[in-house]
């Protein structure tokens, strides 16, 4: 089982839309998790962490759910400017300092 | 006003050639990074250093050789090339080893060898 694994997709959703997310780890010690989203031909950037209460930004909510040992992102009004590649990315706690484990990614493309 | 700057954007090289990729980050964090990103878009750690010590160091061969000279600074040289090599390499930085210290990273360098 791979350390992080994520749906590649493509999404393919209307503005407008609502998109979910899914992305599993297989480590349980996992401690730390983000969202990070990578723009075609462009470098990660980080989009939010995820908390173990759930939490939310704008049109942008993260979910954990340890016992599962999954993470969700949910974009709300799916917006042109939304369409990127978005990386599911773990730390490790008691592993490498600073080690952070990132899923393949998930494909977004937001049509009008 | 740039925060993390890696040099050059593409390097196009042929094999067994000796090349070299700077990077450099003005955010005063103490971490740095190399990433590996392949054909397949998967992104792996490479190398980190912090305070300019070596603190990972993935199973990546020896061809790969990081050099911090001040902890603003990670230096990544590659001797003989291999066609393999082909990826876009990222440098990153963090503010500190911690775990949930997030990453910033460069614009990425594309490394094609023929």
């Known amino acids: 089982r791979k350390e992080v694994e994520q749906d590649p997709g493509p999404f393919n959703v209307p503005e407008g839309a609502t998109v979910a997310f899914n992305c599993t780890y297989s480590?349980?010690?996992?401690?730390?998790f983000f969202w990070y989203r990578q723009d075609c031909r462009k470098e990660p950037k980080l989009l939010m962490s995820?908390?173990?209460s759930g939490n939310e930004d704008g049109r942008f909510t993260a979910q954990l759910n340890r016992a599962s040992q999954y993470i969700s992102l949910l974009i709300r009004d799916s917006k042109l400017s939304d369409s990127a590649t978005y990386l599911c990315?773990?730390?490790?706690?008691?592993?490498?300092?600073?080690?952070?484990?990132f899923g393949k990614g998930t494909k977004l493309s937001v049509k009008p | 006003d740039t925060a993390v700057s890696q040099t050059p954007k593409y390097l196009v090289t042929q094999m067994g050639n000796d090349k070299s990729i700077k990077c450099e980050q003005n955010?005063?964090?103490?971490?740095m990074y190399w990433y590996k990103q392949d054909s397949k878009k998967f992104l792996k750690i490479m190398f980190s250093?912090?305070?300019?010590?070596?603190?990972i160091n993935e199973t990546v061969p020896n061809r790969f050789s990081p050099k911090s000279p001040d902890k603003a600074h990670l230096n990544l040289h590659i001797n003989s090339l291999e066609l393999g090599d082909s990826a876009v390499y990222f440098c990153?930085?963090?503010?500190?080893?911690?775990?949930?210290?997030?990453?910033?990273f460069g614009n990425g360098t594309r490394l094609t060898v023929t």
């Open positions: 990153a930085s963090s503010q500190d080893t911690g775990w949930n210290s997030p990453l910033h």
């Open positions: 480590n349980s010690a996992s401690q730390s």
């Open positions: 995820v908390y173990s």
């Open positions: 990315v773990v730390s490790l706690y008691g592993g490498s300092q600073g080690n952070l484990i």
């Open positions: 955010l005063g964090h103490d971490t």
């Open positions: 250093y912090n305070n300019k010590e070596l603190i």
